[in-house]
């Protein structure tokens, strides 16, 4: 095992895992990545959103406020990706890390489509739409766009997911971390 692990998580199949792993990835993964691309004020948008419950997981209409504050998310994530990128940014686009950093890691990826297929069982596309707005968010990071470097988004959103472990574990016994080897 490498100290560049990342853990991942297998939590148990409750309605309150889903709502706090959907939560975390609406209302605080997609503002970390949101905040990378440059899009504040989107990132408080979705950071306003009332939290994601069991309650609201059981009667999946109760989330469309988050699926249109998503959709709306998304439209601008794209409207900027039109935009020819101003010539300074273009020049920025090189990157120091050897290899190339990606701004979100592979297995928060995972993590992200998991939770999305989860709560797309339960009727709501929120979570799918929230992960489309991270890679998104991540592309405008990757292609220089952004606020921040790929570098520093990866910090941020591996810090965050971090977060999430140790509030899972705190919050519920019965998750289990396993460490994986990176890809």
Same mark, same amino acid.
């Given at each position: ?5 990342? *853990?991942?998580?297998?939590?148990? +199949? ?5 709502? !706090?792993?959907? &939560? ?6 997609? *503002? !970390?990545? @949101? &905040? ?5 004020? +989107? #990132?408080?948008?979705? %950071? ?11 009667? =999946? ?23 020819? =990128? ?20 592979? $297995?928060? %990826? ?25 890679? @998104? ?5 990757? #292609?220089?766009?952004? #606020? !921040? ?12 997911? %971090? ?9 519920? =016994? $019965?998750?289990?971390?396993?460490? !994986?080897?990176?890809?």
């Amino acid at each position: 095992m490498t100290t560049r692990a990342i *853990p991942l998580l297998t939590v148990p +199949a409750t309605d309150e895992a889903a709502a !706090t792993l959907a &939560d975390w990835l609406v209302r605080s993964l997609v *503002p !970390t990545v @949101l &905040d990378g691309a440059g899009m504040v004020e +989107a #990132a408080d948008d979705l %950071c306003a959103l009332a939290p994601i419950t069991a309650r609201r997981l059981a009667r =999946p209409r109760r989330l469309r406020g988050h699926e249109r504050q998503l959709h709306e998310t998304i439209a601008l994530i794209e409207g900027q990706l039109r935009q020819p =990128p101003p010539p300074v940014a273009a020049a920025m686009v090189t990157s120091f890390a050897d290899p190339p950093v990606r701004p979100i890691p592979d $297995e928060i %990826c995972d993590v992200a489509a998991h939770i999305a297929g989860t709560i797309a069982d339960a009727g709501s596309p929120a979570a799918a739409l929230a992960n489309r707005a991270l890679h @998104l968010g991540a592309v405008v990071v990757d #292609a220089g766009l952004g #606020a !921040t470097a790929p570098e520093h988004l990866h910090a941020q959103v591996t810090e965050s997911y %971090c977060s999430l472990l140790t509030y899972l574990w705190h919050t519920d =016994p $019965e998750t289990q971390i396993h460490l !994986t080897t990176p890809r």
